[in-house]
């Protein structure tokens, strides 16, 4: 039996374990107040900002391996169903490169923290958060294209409804996270306190990245069942300089 279908589930569980436990520690260390801070402000400081970085550098790699054989199973599907139409091909070739670009941003938002390269950081947050959310628009219109030949159409809806859900929350946590570091006027933006100014706009900030990063390690976890009918073959190599070399004698 093909052990494909643990991908997903082992990126859903990486990046899980990641942010609650990331969050636990800088709670422990006294580095983050108890609320709601964002994600990365979790793991700001050492020793849980090193865990952090090599966990979702983990979880980037393995949701790359998914992206990539999502594609390749639309590519398949192609193959054997040529019907589906060219737009197919079209959509999936976008989805793959949507999809490196999220993995792209999650793992610079691992590696470049706010508080040292805020530009950087931000311009992670962005591939990872907008073109996973295009990522998402596309695997949905893929669903429900390659229905009913695979997957089913209870999953499409649901990808559907996540993928509005998190470009919703996308554009709520940009608008109320930038009024809310307008509004700032405490001295440490990872122990925000009601008393510093913009409060209320980074609590929503906040939650609204929680939300949506949960809801893409749940989207990434629809790829399971369907995982489950794909094997993967070692990758054929070929010794060119040797090949040559037997060839001139």
């Given at each position: 039996?093909s ?5 997903p589930?082992a ?5 899980q374990?990641s942010?609650v436990?990331?969050y636990?520690?800088?709670v422990?260390?006294?580095h ?5 801070p ?7 400081y050492?020793?849980e900002?090193c865990v952090?970085?090599?966990?979702i550098?983990?979880g980037?790699?393995?949701?790359g391996?998914?992206?990539?054989v999502r594609?390749r199973q639309i590519?398949q599907?192609f193959e054997h169903?040529?019907?589906l139409?060219s ?9 793959v490169?949507f ?10 938002v691992?590696?470049?923290?706010e508080?040292n390269?805020r530009i ?9 958060f907008g073109?996973g959310?295009l ?6 219109l893929?669903s ?7 997957g089913?159409k209870?999953n499409?809806?649901?990808r559907?409804?996540m ?7 996308f554009?709520?946590?940009a ?5 809310s570091?307008i509004?700032?006027?405490g001295?440490?933006?990872?122990k925000w306190?009601?008393s ?5 706009f ?6 609204s990245?929680w939300?949506?990063a949960t809801i893409?390690?749940?989207?990434i976890?629809?790829?399971t069942?369907?995982?489950?009918d794909?094997?993967i ?11 040559l070399t037997?060839?001139?004698?």
């Amino acid at each position: 039996m093909s052990n494909v279908y643990l991908i997903p589930v082992a990126v859903f569980l990486v990046f899980q374990v990641s942010f609650v436990g990331t969050y636990i520690a800088a709670v422990l260390q006294g580095h983050v107040v108890p609320t709601v801070p964002y994600i990365s402000d979790a793991a700001t400081y050492s020793p849980e900002s090193c865990v952090f970085g090599q966990m979702i550098n983990l979880g980037s790699v393995l949701l790359g391996i998914t992206v990539y054989v999502r594609y390749r199973q639309i590519l398949q599907l192609f193959e054997h169903h040529s019907d589906l139409g060219s737009n197919l091909l079209r959509y999936n070739r976008l989805a793959v490169w949507f999809g490196w670009a999220s993995c792209l941003g999650i793992s610079i938002v691992g590696n470049f923290q706010e508080t040292n390269v805020r530009i950087v950081h931000f311009t992670g947050a962005f591939l990872c958060f907008g073109f996973g959310a295009l990522y998402f628009w596309l695997q949905s219109l893929i669903s429900y294209m390659i229905y009913p030949i695979a997957g089913t159409k209870s999953n499409a809806h649901l990808r559907l409804a996540m993928a509005a859900c998190c470009t919703m929350l996308f554009i709520l946590m940009a608008v109320t996270g930038i009024m809310s570091h307008i509004l700032f006027k405490g001295e440490n933006p990872r122990k925000w306190y009601p008393s510093d100014g913009g409060w209320h706009f980074h609590v929503i900030s906040s939650i609204s990245e929680w939300i949506m990063a949960t809801i893409f390690s749940f989207y990434i976890l629809t790829f399971t069942e369907e995982f489950r009918d794909l094997d993967i073959d070692h990758p054929q190599l070929r010794l060119i300089s040797y090949s040559l070399t037997l060839t001139s004698n």
